[in-house]
């Protein structure tokens, strides 16, 4: 029975059509420079928002709407399996995503969890065989059962700290199985509430001792698909290790794991660490770390984690700008972590979220593909540090002067002048590429 009989195979139709069922400006087709929109982007279903969440907040009980939502148990999760795969191929998605706690329930002890987890993941991979959809990454829930009340990997209780890494173990497993092509950590609650009751030196040396293992572990069984992890830098925690990129990049360096990992970017997570979306996902690019990314956005009045779907187009041209020139995502890619709102509760809506998702990727592509072949940006920021190739600037960049040679340069100055950085003549030019593709029949 199909959990969504309202809805066909969602195509492409271009910017004039009316139809809200169909994508106005991703063409999955479409050639953006050498590749394809489907090859650059690479979207990728999130299975928790998508098919698990209730759409519950703080205030209220769920509103969602779900068919499959009238069975109990594995049943359940094997409905939800049916509900995935039609989805995926009615909206043309080649990836999906999920925790380990999303495709099957827990049991009363791990050993039976583990055994409804191998149920499910059989049942998913043979939807595989007969399907183009591919599993973008996996990973295992450790924050939200009250075991991992004090953190996981992070735990001042080391039985908690052991019960994390089964979980780990078996999430590798069934990456290695389903053929996944990376694997995230999300240390939702490796962190801290307070530093009164906290030995953060011991929590943190733990967190990287959990991660070698599991470094180690991908190794022993063959899986040779991407490790990441995703920055956040509170909630539900008061401050959590993974802060942002440059927290990541720090803890990797430190515990010599630089090698190991890559990052996953959030955009709500960005803003939530006090940064831009493009702030983080250019600190990645720039130090090697950028392996994948969540696209979704945060409210601008509300400070948490609301997972709207991304709708701003100024954003996603600048998000895509920094994809472009990380050489592109693969074999990470575009993960909609986000939800519908409480007031969009039935089926066809989490159709309707997703197209506004993969159009607004698909304009910033387009202009940021632009961008990019015009020089633009690149234009303004090499004339804007064209002091340091020659003169003094050329010796600075090039290590040949010391203090000594610079205040003996300095004390001969007259005069130092500055130039405008022309801010609001790069935000319209980029307004004018937007305006000029979105146009564009």
């Not at 065989?129 to 990454?137: E, F, I, M, R, Y």
């Not at 089926?347 to 997703?354: C, V, Y």
Request: hydrophobic letters at 40%; aromatic letters at 12%.
């Amino acid at each position: 029975m199909s959990s969504f009989p309202n809805i066909k195979k969602i195509r492409y139709e271009g910017p004039e059509s009316s139809n809200p069922f169909a994508f106005k400006h991703y063409n999955p087709e479409e050639k953006v420079g050498s590749q394809t929109m489907e090859e650059i982007l690479r979207f990728s279903v999130a299975y928790w928002h998508t098919f698990t969440e209730d759409l519950s907040d703080p205030f209220g009980s769920g509103t969602a709407l779900r068919p499959w939502d009238r069975y109990q148990g594995l049943d359940l999760a094997k409905a939800r399996v049916e509900a995935a795969f039609e989805f995926f191929e009615k909206l043309g998605v080649r990836y999906f995503c999920f925790h380990d706690v999303d495709i099957a329930p827990e049991g009363s002890n791990l050993r039976e969890t583990n055994q409804n987890l191998d149920i499910i993941v059989s049942m998913i991979k043979d939807y595989m065989k007969d399907s183009k959809v591919k599993l973008l990454w996996n990973t295992v829930n450790n924050f939200t059962h009250p075991r991992f009340v004090h953190g996981a990997a992070s735990s001042n209780q080391a039985d908690v700290f052991a019960y994390a890494a089964a979980k780990v173990k078996k999430g590798l497993e069934i990456a290695k199985e389903l053929e996944a092509e990376n694997y995230v950590f999300w240390g939702g609650r490796e962190g801290y509430e307070t530093l009164l009751n906290t030995d953060m030196k011991l929590e943190l040396d733990n967190l990287a001792r959990f991660f070698r293992m599991a470094v180690d572990y991908a190794k022993e069984i063959g899986f040779e698909g991407q490790l990441l992890l995703e920055p956040k830098p509170k909630e539900p925690t008061t401050h959590q290790y993974d802060f942002d990129a440059a927290s990541c990049y720090a803890f990797l360096q430190h515990y010599d794991l630089q090698d190991d990992f890559k990052l996953n970017i959030e955009a709500n997570h960005a803003t939530l660490a006090g940064h831009t979306f493009e702030h983080e996902l250019r600190y990645a690019r720039i130090h090697g770390l950028l392996g994948s990314v969540d696209a979704n956005q945060g409210h601008p009045l509300l400070g948490w984690d609301t997972d709207e779907f991304p709708s701003d187009l100024y954003a996603t041209t600048l998000a895509m700008y920094e994809i472009l020139k990380n050489g592109g995502l693969k074999p990470g890619g575009l993960n909609f972590d986000a939800k519908v709102r409480r007031g969009s509760f039935e089926p066809d809506d989490l159709f309707l979220a997703h197209i506004v998702g993969m159009d607004s990727f698909a304009v910033g592509l387009k202009v940021a593909q632009k961008l990019i072949e015009d020089q633009v940006l690149d234009g303004w920021i090499e004339k804007r540090y064209e002091s340091y190739r020659d003169g003094i600037g050329k010796a600075i960049v090039e290590g040949k002067t010391d203090f000594h040679k610079l205040e003996e340069y300095a004390l001969g100055l007259s005069e130092i002048r500055n130039e405008s950085g022309r801010l609001e003549q790069i935000k319209a030019t980029i307004n004018q590429y937007l305006l000029n593709v979105v146009a564009r029949k």
